[in-house]
Each structure stands twice: as structure tokens, then as C-alpha cells.
């Protein structure tokens, strides 16, 4: 884990009353438990080979100059 996220999780263990330790404690209760992790783990959408092939299809038409160019649309989460 780098440091600005062992940081913040420290943080927030403090905030809510617990130290790391437990914290993983209980995560590792939970998930053996449940034998497997308490929540979803997904991947990012974006990676998928559909979206990576449509990425490369468009790729290629603005390399052949077929393509429109757009601005970035910048999304606050």
C-alpha cells in the first residue's frame, strides 16, 4: 500500500474508533466468512476488450483522417 493511502486509511480508522489493525481484522473475519471479499470487486468498464477494440477502431480512422476530432469533456464524480 503506498503511503498517502495508508495515510488516509489510518485517518479514517481514527475517525470511526479503530485502529488499522482491527480494521483489517475484521475484513479478514468478513471475508473468510463470506470466502470471499464483503463487497463487489469489479473492473473498470473502460478496459474492456469491446471498449478497447471500439478505442482502436477509432484510433485507426483518425490516423486515416475519417475521424472527427473532439474536445474533452472533463465529468466531476
Known sequence: MDAA???QFAELCDEIGMSVDTAI????KRAV??????FEVTGDP?????N????R???AEMD???G??????EVDD
Open 68 to 73: 472527427v476530432e473532439h474536445e474533452l469533456i
Open 64 to 66: 486515416a483522417g475519417k
Open 52 to 55: 478497447m477494440n471500439e478505442l
Open 57 to 59: 477502431r477509432r484510433i
Open 33 to 38: 466468512r463470506k470466502w470471499g471479499f464483503p
Open 5 to 7: 493511502l495508508s495515510k
Open 25 to 28: 481484522s475484521v475484513f479478514a
Open 46 to 50: 473502460f478496459y474492456s476488450e469491446s
